[in-house]
T-cell receptor
Framework: EAQVTQNPRYLITVTGKKLTVTCSQN?????MSWYRQDPGLGLRQIYY???????DKGDVPEGYKVSRKEKRNFPLILESPSPNQTSLYFC????????????????FGPGTRLTVL | GESVGLHLPTLSVQEGDNSIINCAYS??????FIWYKQESGKGPQFIID?????DKRQGQRVTVLLNKTVKHLSLQIAATQPGDSAVYFC???????????????FGQGTILTVHP
């Protein structure tokens, strides 16, 4: 089954304790992206990756790191989490983000609910 | 399910009615737009997209209209069904080139409620 998986689905941690949220897709997609979703603010892009070893900042990259060593994986790293990073996080992938074409559909993972105390 | 928004615009319709969800986008240089649907407790789901060189695009029961003059996007859902109840987001891709090519900016969303 074609899908984007995220782990863990739920995580409660404490300020300053490094954590990694994994994201994996099995569709051979080039483009992957991380978003956070907060009440009243919609989805905001954290980082994205156009392909292996190519990553760029989205609108809210501060406090996050990413890596793209393999095509299928795009982990999100919080080196020193803070309470303002408490949020719902989504990973997504697509064949590649075009200016309109048949393969632009972004597939989203199920989300990771992170609470930083 | 999880609450995805507070004080979002809301639209309530009766089953079978047509729904129109609106979105004002911010960047006149954006060249690509997408509508997503998010049901409670789930990730967003792609509905339909449109390029900036188009005014209208139709899918199954959905139509997206783009008015670049006033930077306005709308999603029309025909014969709305209870299963259409969700939060709907528009997203825009700025045509900034270079390292911003993969950026995507989402609107805050509209809550659609369909009454049987």
């Amino acid at each position: 089954e074609a899908q984007v998986t995220q782990n863990p689905r739920y995580l409660i941690t404490v300020t300053g304790k490094k954590l990694t949220v994994t994201c994996s897709q099995n569709m051979n997609h080039e483009y992957m992206s991380w978003y956070r979703q907060d009440p009243g603010l919609g989805l905001r892009q954290i980082y994205y990756s156009m392909n292996v070893e190519v990553t760029d900042k989205g609108d809210v990259p501060e406090g996050y790191k990413v890596s793209r060593k393999e095509k299928r994986n795009f982990p999100l790293i919080l080196e020193s989490p803070s309470p303002n990073q408490t949020s719902l996080y989504f990973c997504a992938s697509s064949l590649f983000l075009l200016s309109g074409g048949p393969y632009n559909e972004q597939f989203f993972g199920p989300g990771t609910r992170l609470t930083v105390l | 399910g999880e609450s995805v928004g507070l004080h979002l615009p809301t639209l309530s319709v009766q089953e079978g009615d047509n729904s129109i969800i609106n979105c004002a986008y911010s960047n006149s240089a954006s060249d690509y737009f997408i509508w997503y649907k998010q049901e409670s407790g789930k990730g967003p789901q792609f509905i339909i997209d449109i390029r900036s060189n188009m005014d209208k695009r139709q899918g199954q029961r959905v139509t997206v209209l783009l008015n670049k003059t006033v930077k306005h996007l709308s999603l029309q859902i025909a014969a709305t069904q209870p299963g259409d109840s969700a939060v709907y987001f528009c997203a825009e891709k700025p045509n900034a080139g270079g390292t911003s090519y993969g950026k995507l900016t989402f609107g805050q969303g509209t809550i659609l409620t369909v009454h049987p």
